[in-house]
């Protein structure tokens, strides 16, 4: 008698499993994105896990939304080479990537910016900064960091006015980036702050002695270094410039708070980062607690950014539940999107529309001391 209630249950059971199940879960689609950078680097690594635990997310998102897509990243290293960077593209291509979060430099994302347009396919730079970049009139290229032109014009105010600069040596090398920003820098400070003496010299790109160009700021007897190299460039000219017994205030570019430094005070030493942290929200602790937990150890600034990069692509292909190109680069186009930093949009080129960044003072520790363009914030309320 008992048997048309045991059928009942088991028919019960069955579709209530069928309705948890995402819609098509016999017919999941895959997506893969790709990522490219110097792996062998730990500061590269950092930015691909970061950009992992979004990949995380996005699935566990569209399991939510009973969505059939799935996203898997494939990385590639492309040494830090434009040539590595234009074969990775093509390689790209033939395993039809809907997507890349990087590329890493700029100059890989100029020698590949043809390639990815011509394929349609969307590149979310995070590292990738010069403007000229997103300026080349195509539609593939989004940053969701600030460009080179950006950067320049907030450098210049704190060189200027923040740090008090009366006499401003840059030390560049031979990238792309570091090209385009030592040029928007200089003419910036030219055209705004009258009476400033400037100086400049060059470096190779893969340099790690320091002491010719050090020689050559105090010689211009600077109070002020602008570096404008490579992050991995960074510790080996603090060691530089601390050997030298230079008293100039040094100002340095995005990335350089991940150095590990001595715990004292030195307070000379000053970082422009982009963005504001917003580690008072809800999700950024969500997202470094997931880091530490899927890692073992805290995340970087990189981290973040290539979370948000990796994560507004996702959510733009979710939303246009396609991995067709244009269909994607015209959702981010209209996107507005909650990033950890704040909320992302894009200028009609690709750049970011807003974009911000914060000045870091060495007090033992990095501490923020100013924020960049005037009115922002670090406690603005979370999205």
Known sequence: MRRPYRRSILAISLLLYVLAAPAGSENLTTITLGFTGRLSEPITQSALQGAQVAIDDANAMAVRRRSPLRFTLLPQDDHGNENFAVNIARYYIKENVAGVIGPWSSDAALATATIYESAHIPQIGFTATSSQWTGMGHRMPFRVVGGTRELAAALAEVASRSLGGRRVFVIQNDSAYSNALADALLEKLAATS?????????????????????????????????????????????????????????????????????????PRLHVLEYEIARDHCPQWKKVALAYRNKFGTAPTTYSFHAYDAASILSAAILQTGSAEGPRIAATLHQMRYAGLHGPISFAPDGSNAHPRYTLFRHDGRWQPVEFFPAGSGRHEPCV
């Open 194 to 266: 009258s009476g400033i003496a400037l100086g400049r010299i060059q470096v190779a790109r893969r340099t790690t002695d320091f002491h010719n160009a050090v020689q050559a700021a105090m010689q211009h007897e600077a109070d002020v270094i602008v570096f404008l190299a490579l992050y991995p460039q960074a510790r080996a000219f603090i060691e530089a410039a601390r050997r030298s017994g230079s008293k100039a205030r040094i100002l340095l570019t995005g990335g350089a708070s991940n150095l590990p430094l001595p715990p004292q005070a030195e």
